[in-house]
């Protein structure tokens, strides 16, 4: 079992480089999952930090039926990670202490060398980024609130701009911390007919204010799926763009269609009309939304900006007569308008599964296209993330064509059999 890896630097900048040395570790030794080792520390009720005793480290690794455990420590100088670790046989209770010392400079992959001949993985990753490394080095980086460059990110994200998968989840990250321009960055490899990539660069570009790019991407997701949060946010982005009728037309839509009526369309709508000097109008509908929901602030706000210019006795002034005129600083009429998150899934963590099907998917689609050459390197790929993986291994013998092919994969699954690694 792999327990967390301390920063002894002094820098809490490159505390998102622990993460990343320990998953590094945990996958190249198939070693118990971060997730499993979380979950024993919650049930023994006791903090997932440095500050953990040795005794306490080793007493999870046994629950967890670990027979060993590497616990350690790293630095960054001079553009370089040093690693100390030790490592301990839980039965025996021995230790075997170590240290390596591995480049910024393509990490994860040189790490990955080091695990492989001197920790002594069970195999061994290629000597370049595959979408799980990334993903890895990416997860680390994003962890450190502090961390705010992502010069090396940018620069290693060129290398896997085809992973699919990969660029979803980074992409779903970095909006999740805010950084809205760089998952936009991301979101816009995603394939066109990826509605929640195209909802969520959306969102990004209302985020950024660049809502002439974000109606473009609403417009997509609509023609698709006619998804009030699409219609929503693209009246919405007409409403910024100055077209305050067309949004109207679109919010009106959603209605016309039978759908149910949501509170949110319906105060969406009293902010179009307001936007059009449509008082009465927008009084009307607002107080339709605070009698299906409540009076919120944004409510107030807009019944203040309409009561006293329709030279009417609407209920809805009437109601909130002391707290309503027009005052000398009025709201913007976008600031009030609410667009819509969509359906909160919180973050979508990778699953490897899904960069393995992809790379299956792309080997079949080769080799019908008659590229075997296309279609080996998709499957080796495949090797790399999951080296039993026994549709890659058996569509890789059948059709390669290799005369190394077995050896190849003799040293990818160094503990199956000829026959099994056929079949």
């Known amino acids: 079992m792999i327990f967390p890896f301390e920063n002894d630097s002094g820098d ?16 190249s030794l198939n070693a118990i999952p971060l997730a499993e080792r979380m979950d024993a520390v919650d049930n023994m009720d006791v903090p997932d930090s440095g500050s953990l005793t040795l005794a306490t480290r080793l007493v999870i690794a046994r629950k967890l039926g670990a027979a060993e455990l590497i616990t350690g420590k ?18 025996k209770l021995t230790e075997d202490k170590s240290s390596c010392t591995v480049s910024m400079d393509g990490f994860p992959a040189n790490l990955s060398v080091f695990i492989q001949t001197k920790v002594r993985g069970k195999y061994p990753y290629p000597l370049s980024f595959t979408g799980h490394q990334f993903e890895v080095y990416a997860r680390g980086m994003l962890r450190s609130a502090v961390n705010g460059d992502f010069k090396e990110i940018e620069k290693l994200a060129k290398q896997v701009e085809d992973c699919e998968p990969l660029n979803r989840n980074l992409g779903n990250l970095l909006f999740d911390t805010g950084h809205f321009g760089k998952a936009l960055e991301y979101l816009k490899r995603l394939p066109k007919s990826d509605i929640r990539g195209l909802f969520r660069s959306g969102m990004c570009c209302v985020q950024l204010e660049n809502y002439s790019d974000g ?20 009246a919405g982005c007409l409403l910024a763009l100055n077209h305050p009728e067309e949004a109207a037309t679109f919010l009106q839509s959603l209605q016309e269609k039978g759908e149910g009526v949501d509170p949110l369309l319906l105060y969406d709508r009293s902010v179009v009309a307001a936007a059009m000097e449509q ?12 009698s299906s929901f409540r009076f919120t602030d944004e409510a107030k706000q807009l019944a203040a900006l309409c009561c006293g210019r329709c030279d009417c006795n609407h209920p809805l002034c009437a109601d909130n007569q002391p707290a309503v005129g027009i005052s000398e600083k009025q709201p913007d009429v976008l600031s009030l308008y609410q667009f819509s998150e969509g359906e909160s899934r919180g973050n979508e963590a990778l699953d490897l599964k899904d960069i393995k099907e992809l790379y299956l998917a792309k080997a079949a689609e ?12 998709a499957l080796q790929k ?42």
Not at 215 to 234: C, P
Not at 405 to 416: D, G, N
């Open 382 to 423: 495949v090797l790399y993330l999951d080296p039993l993986q026994k549709d890659a291994l058996k569509m890789l013998c059948e059709h390669c064509q290799d005369k190394d092919a077995c050896k190849k994969l003799a040293k990818l699954a160094p503990h199956r059999t000829a026959p099994d690694v056929r079949r």
């Open 74 to 91: 790293f630095a960054v100088s001079d553009g370089k990670i040093t690693i100390k670790y030790t490592r301990y046989q839980i039965d």
């Open 215 to 234: 109606l473009i991407y609403f417009l997509h997701t609509l023609k698709f799926s006619r998804d009030m949060s699409s219609v929503v946010n693209a």
């Open 279 to 290: 008082w009465v109008p927008a009084l009307n509908i607002l107080s339709r939304y605070t």
């Open 366 to 377: 080769s080799l019908k296209n008659g590229s075997k050459k296309e279609a080996v390197d």
């Open 12 to 27: 809490a900048k490159v505390e998102w480089l622990g993460y990343g040395v320990e998953l590094l570790f945990e996958d």
